[in-house]
């Protein structure tokens, strides 16, 4: 096994404790923990790797060599996927410096999320590094504050984890029987989504700025929409069926209508366009690469598998793990514990007809790569 540090450390953060019960990933040892239930997690990293190692070689092929390559990785997680990245960017560096004949450097990684994310599973899983001298901390703050020292930090990452915001926006309390922006929505609501986000992102780069590195890089991977409408079926169908989901529960009086109508998701999919004005307004960054894929929602949905229909129970079940892994705990939160096996129940229910007879199936996934000034 490689040399290996480990060191775990509280940022200084604004954050809440009461954000970070609820906006945590389930632990393994939940029913439907985040690291049984991450194949969608996995299958994005995979599709973005290409992204990932172009962005290290880049960056290495226009810096001077240093003993220590410090990277950060934003919204870890736990489970199988927590240190892939790590992986690839030492074997990218490895690869670089061996073509240079130069000695390699170590890396010090900095895992990063909410004080409530499980990071004994964390430390318990990490892997051999062959060989290579690698020091890892676990960072446990809010991303939407400073976590780092000035200037510190060469390579920054995240996947699957900006389109959270810090928190639900002021001015949504009107949003009756939706959970997210719909189409039955007042137009005040998407326009609440769209200024929480422009603050938290614009808030996240600049943080960013001030920990990293003069020419340092980031690559950053999230859920998105493909068209500027905010109400548009592939950011929004996912939250319409887990709406009904829940008034089906209130149609039986197991859930109460205004606990419904209290409730909306702290999550934004913006469309690419916001993603570029946001930052070249904010300033801090050159854009070097922003681009765009889908993945589906189930992730062993394959478009040649022509026994799809007759599989929409599972499919169900798999986006319906897939949801309640990331969002049982902030459901749990306001609902309470005694619906959760019967809300997801009917959910993925409900996603199985749909992903049978629909062709809005898929995540917008929004990758892009960024250059400090």
């Not at 793990?321 to 705990?329: D, P, Y």
Request: net charge neutral.
């Amino acid at each position: 096994m490689g040399r290996l540090h480990i060191q775990i450390q509280q940022a200084m953060t604004m954050a809440t404790a009461s954000s970070a019960n609820v906006y945590c990933t389930n632990a393994t040892d939940k029913q439907i923990s985040y690291a049984n239930n991450s194949s969608l997690q996995k299958k994005v990293q995979l599709k973005t790797r290409p992204f990932l190692e172009d962005t290290i070689k880049d960056m290495l092929s226009k810096m001077v060599h240093v003993p220590c390559i410090k990277v950060a990785d934003l919204g870890c997680a736990s489970g199988p996927n927590t240190f892939f990245p790590t992986c690839e960017v030492m074997d990218v560096i490895a690869s670089v410096c061996r073509q240079a004949h130069w000695e390699s450097p170590e890396l010090q990684v900095f895992l990063n999320d909410l004080p409530q994310n499980d990071f004994n599973t964390v430390f318990k899983s990490i892997p051999a590094f062959n060989g290579k001298p690698c020091f890892v901390a676990g960072v446990a703050g809010s991303f939407y504050q400073r976590l780092f020292p000035s200037k510190s930090i060469h390579f920054v990452h995240s996947s699957y984890s900006l389109h959270w915001l810090s928190r639900v926006p002021r001015g949504v309390e009107d949003n009756k029987r939706n959970l997210y922006i719909a189409k039955t929505s007042h137009p005040n609501v998407s326009k609440a989504y769209s200024e929480q986000y422009r603050n938290d992102f614009s808030r996240f780069l600049r943080f960013r700025s001030e920990e990293m590195i003069t020419k340092g890089r980031m690559l950053l991977t999230f859920i998105g929409r493909s068209i500027t409408d905010p109400t548009s079926k592939d950011c929004c169908t996912i939250w319409d069926l887990f709406t009904k989901s829940l008034l089906d529960l209130v149609a039986e009086g197991l859930v109460c209508e205004s606990d419904v109508d209290s409730f909306n998701v702290p999550y934004y999919y913006p469309c690419k366009e916001e993603v570029r004005e946001i930052i070249e307004k904010e300033g801090s960054f050159v854009l070097n690469k922003l681009e765009i894929f889908e993945v589906n929602w189930d992730f062993e949905d394959d478009v040649c598998n022509e026994n799809f229909v007759l599989e929409k129970s599972k499919s169900g079940r798999n986006v319906a793990n897939c949801i309640r892994a990331i969002t049982e705990s902030m459901i749990a939160s306001h609902f309470g514990d005694t619906i959760i096996d019967d809300l997801f129940s009917r959910f993925a229910q409900h996603v199985g007809e749909h992903l049978s007879c629909e062709k809005t199936k898929y995540y917008v996934t929004i990758v892009v790569s960024m250059t400090l000034k």
